[in-house]
């Protein structure tokens, strides 16, 4: 992704103000007003707080992984320290997002099983218990 497409992508970010103003569900409105008088930041906030956003990280090619990094890949420098391109840097942290989230996921579901396992009556149980 080149550094101009990058800065197009960037521009299409939403300030809160415009998602106030824009949004269709007028709850949402309400939310984000009242939130804003309180004076409670909202992720709208803490995400404007954050521009302009790295643009090795917009694009995917950013790798933290080792303490090498962090590695930021650019034509100068077409491979981190461990030789890892664009293409696999993308590839890993989508792999560990997904991971991530998988594992959250699974140990909630774990716990559901879990208590039902338990809050179910023997008579009732059809495997073994």
């Known amino acids: 992704m080149s550094f101009e497409a990058i800065n197009e992508y960037r521009k299409t970010f939403p300030s809160k103000q415009q998602v106030i103003e824009q949004t269709p569900d007028p709850g949402v409105r309400a939310m984000l007003t009242h939130l804003e008088e309180a004076g409670i930041p ?15 990280g917009l694009a995917g090619t950013c790798c933290r992984i080792c303490n090498m990094g962090p590695c930021r890949i650019t034509e100068k420098s077409p491979k981190g320290v461990c030789g890892a391109d664009a293409h696999v840097i993308v590839a890993r942290n989508i792999l560990r997002w997904v991971a991530a989230g998988v594992a959250a996921h699974g140990a909630r579901g774990r716990e559901v099983l879990l208590t039902l396992k338990k809050k179910r009556p023997a008579a009732n149980c059809l495997y073994r218990c």
């Open 42 to 56: 909202t992720a709208f906030d803490r995400f404007d707080a954050q521009k302009p956003h790295c643009s090795f």
